[in-house]
Nanobody, 123 residues
C-alpha cells in the first residue's frame, strides 16, 4: 500500500505561482510512476502531468510550458510547480501512483490516490 498526501494548495491571483507537494509513505516512491490530475466542479478529472520512474515527463496540453513535475526519491515526494496560473486552473489537484503504466494520461492506470488539495485562482 502507498499512502499519498498532497499539500501546497491555496488561493492565488492570476499570474501567480504555487508548488504542490505529494508525500508518499508505505512504499518507496522510486518504484512508482507518479501523476497529477485535477478536477474542477462539474467537470471530469483531467490529466495534468506525470513523471516516470526514470524521470521522463508528460504534460497535459493546457499546462505545457507553465507547470513542471519533479520528484525527489530521497524524500519520497513529488512536486508540481505551477506558474502563470489562470482561473481555468482552479480545481482540486490529486496525485497518484502506479506501476506498469501504459498510458500516463489515463487515471484508471494509477493504483493509489491522495485526498486532493484545492487550488483557487482569482482573476
Amino acid at each position: 500500500q502507498v499512502q499519498l498526501v498532497e499539500s501546497g494548495g491555496g488561493s492565488v491571483q492570476a499570474g501567480g505561482s504555487l508548488r504542490l507537494s505529494c508525500a508518499a509513505s508505505g512504499r518507496t516512491l522510486s518504484n512508482y510512476a507518479m501523476g497529477w490530475f485535477r478536477q474542477a466542479p462539474g467537470k471530469e478529472r483531467e490529466f495534468v502531468a506525470a513523471i516516470t520512474r526514470g524521470g521522463g515527463t508528460y504534460y497535459g496540453d493546457s499546462v505545457k510550458g507553465r507547470f513542471t513535475i519533479s520528484r525527489d526519491n530521497a524524500k519520497n515526494t513529488v512536486y508540481l510547480q505551477m506558474n502563470n496560473l489562470t482561473p481555468e486552473d482552479t480545481a482540486v489537484y490529486y496525485c497518484a501512483a502506479g506501476r506498469g503504466i501504459y498510458d500516463y494520461t489515463r487515471d484508471s492506470e494509477y493504483d493509489y490516490w491522495g485526498q486532493g488539495t484545492q487550488v483557487t485562482v482569482s482573476s
